[in-house]
């Protein structure tokens, strides 16, 4: 099945596009968090043993809130846990709203009817008949397991202050303070900082002063006054 898109209007009326997971990316995180159980009762399991009936007992308790509680919690609280935070996936409602505790319950609790009669077959059934990849529990809940966005890139940020150069420049000089400009927001602060300090005689500065004064003596050079 290939990940879909489900659109939602928000209350605002802005439509907004759900990336669906599909049961590949699923599965994967569901065996990173068995993964993460089986390792915490590993390395408690030796020490609560040591304590007799008591370490019984707390061994079980910590079972059941590592199996029933762990995936309700980080659900609700992040909504997603580890597993599908490696995998980049989220659990929200059907609208794209965070997801609550009633729903986060439900589908965690029908886990034992999606595991039927084994391996999670009638999950994977559901998830490869529904468009949007939802097993039973999601189905019931009304919750929806999706990919989590790429943050966008951020846009360095604009000098906007202007400085008129200390001398007039030739042409080619013109050209290689513009050109700095209109590279360094893609260099290392390192990097501009150097061709910053070849101009130092120029700026009157090094560093990243240097850095700022050439800016904004590109802007005046360009007419930003």
Avoid at 153 to 160: G, L, N, S, Y
Avoid at 198 to 212: M, N
Wanted: aromatic content about 8%; charged content about 15%; overall charge positive.
């Amino acid at each position: 099945m290939l990940d879909t898109y489900r659109e939602v209007i928000t209350p605002e009326g802005v439509p907004l596009q759900l990336p669906a997971a599909g049961p590949v990316p699923r599965a994967l995180a569901w065996l990173i968090d068995l993964m993460v159980r089986f390792g915490v009762l590993g390395l408690m399991s030796p020490l609560l043993m040591a304590l007799g009936g008591l370490g019984q007992g707390l061994y079980l308790g910590l079972m059941f809130l590592l199996f029933w509680g762990y995936p309700i919690v980080l659900e609700v609280w992040f909504g997603q846990t580890l597993g599908k935070r490696a995998l980049g996936l989220r659990v929200v409602a059907r609208d794209g709203a965070p997801l609550g505790w009633m729903p986060a319950i439900v589908r965690n609790l029908l886990r034992t009817v999606d595991m039927l009669p084994f391996g999670y077959a009638l999950g994977l059934l559901a998830c490869l008949w529904d468009p949007h990849g939802r097993r039973l529990g999601d189905l019931v809940a009304g919750s929806l397991v999706v990919h989590v966005p790429a943050p966008a890139p951020v846009p360095p940020a604009r000098i906007d202050s202007v400085l008129a150069p200390p001398l007039p420049l030739q042409p080619a000089e013109q050209q290689a303070v513009i050109a700095f400009a209109d590279r360094a927001p893609a260099l290392s602060g390192p990097r501009q900082n150097e061709l910053a300090d070849i101009a130092s005689g120029l700026s009157g500065a090094r560093g990243q002063t240097g850095v700022l004064r050439l800016y904004a003596m590109a802007n005046w050079l360009l007419g930003r006054r």
